[in-house]
């Protein structure tokens, strides 16, 4: 009898003592865990931290770039030229972009010369300017003062104007005296420098930050490898440099239904076009809204082109990509 609750006093001993080291691994493997997770938690955090200074010091790296200042930083407040650029031009009937000769163009630049003594001074010099340049002007005359400003690169200062501030979409011409005399890759940012200039846009759409001028997204295209020789604005920079600022960056096909559906959701859209309308070559436009009659552009190249309205059957087949911007829900 002794010996038997002994034998049991010993068994209920060690059973305790088994539980207790049991509830001791157990207690250590949730200290574990809850170590475990507090790293994860803190790693992680130091990740997205580390990730939004990267994005941080990127914004900024864009900010250095370019020569055009904002109007805060540019002259004082009751000195600002607040004209509109785009209302300034001549208005001209700019057609379906051709492919000429260099005899072809300066017999075309001829006949814009004999209604425009800006075009006839641009003519009887063109030895001055770069064929590129007068086969564009051939194409779109209202380029003119641009143009004539190019031997001298005589460009204009200040920022984002009041005028267009006020405007909900105001459009930015690639070929602005304020940027468009700037380098892009072995152009200019007046001739190759359509896919910054719509970025530029939709950055001051979505975001109402001016400082993001044509001209400091194209030196930051350079420098960060997106501009392609030989073709220009990789499309890559569609979709890199708006998330930077929180903006949701996505595609959808190019359907009617699609593209309304981004619009009426408060969402614009950039497309790079292949040859017809805009280009004979590629280019990027954008697409902010849409009504009864079509689609509402904004063309960086031709204020002609964006003053009007586009059904899809006329685009639908120009379009070679599309991407849809808007902000972080």
């Not at 075009?119 to 143009?147: C, T």
């Not at 011409?173 to 072995?186: A, F, K, N, P």
């Amino acid at each position: 009898m002794v010996s038997g609750g002994r034998n049991d006093r010993m068994n209920r001993q060690q059973m305790e003592s088994r539980r207790k080291k049991q509830q001791i691994r157990w207690i250590s493997l949730l200290v574990r865990v809850a170590v475990l997770v507090v790293i994860v938690f803190c790693i992680r955090n130091i990740y997205a931290r580390l990730e939004e200074m990267q994005m941080e010091l990127e914004r900024l790296e864009i900010q250095q770039y370019g020569m055009v200042q904002t109007n805060a930083d540019a002259q004082p407040p009751d000195k600002l030229n607040d004209v509109d650029y785009v209302d300034s031009l001549d208005a001209w009937e700019v057609g379906k972009p051709t492919e000429r000769t260099e005899a072809e163009v300066l017999q075309r630049l001829g006949e814009l010369g004999q209604v425009s003594s800006l075009i006839e001074g641009i003519y009887q010099n063109h030895s001055q300017y770069p064929k590129e340049l007068l086969a564009a002007l051939a194409n779109n005359p209202e380029m003119a003062d641009f143009v004539s400003g190019y031997p001298d690169r005589n460009g204009m200062t200040g920022g984002i104007t009041a005028s267009e501030k006020e405007q909900e979409f105001p459009l930015f011409l690639q070929w602005d005296r304020r940027w468009g005399y700037e380098s892009y890759g072995d152009s200019c940012i007046g001739l190759a420098g359509c896919g910054p200039t719509c970025l530029s846009m939709v950055l001051f759409y979505l975001t109402g930050d001016e400082t993001h001028t044509p001209d400091k997204i194209a030196a930051y295209s350079m420098e960060n490898g997106y501009y392609v020789e030989g073709t220009g604005t990789s499309w890559g920079l569609m979709e890199d440099v708006p998330k930077l600022y929180g903006i949701k960056v996505s595609s959808v096909s190019s359907t009617v239904n699609n593209m309304r559906a981004v619009l009426d959701n408060g969402g614009i859209i950039i497309c790079a076009m292949g040859k017809g309308d805009f280009t004979t070559s590629g280019h990027y436009i954008v697409i902010y809204g849409y009504d009864n009659e079509g689609f509402m552009v904004n063309d960086p190249n031709c204020a002609a082109r964006s003053g009007r309205r586009w059904t899809f059957s006329e685009i639908e087949n120009q379009i070679k990509s599309i991407w849809v911007y808007d902000k972080e829900k």
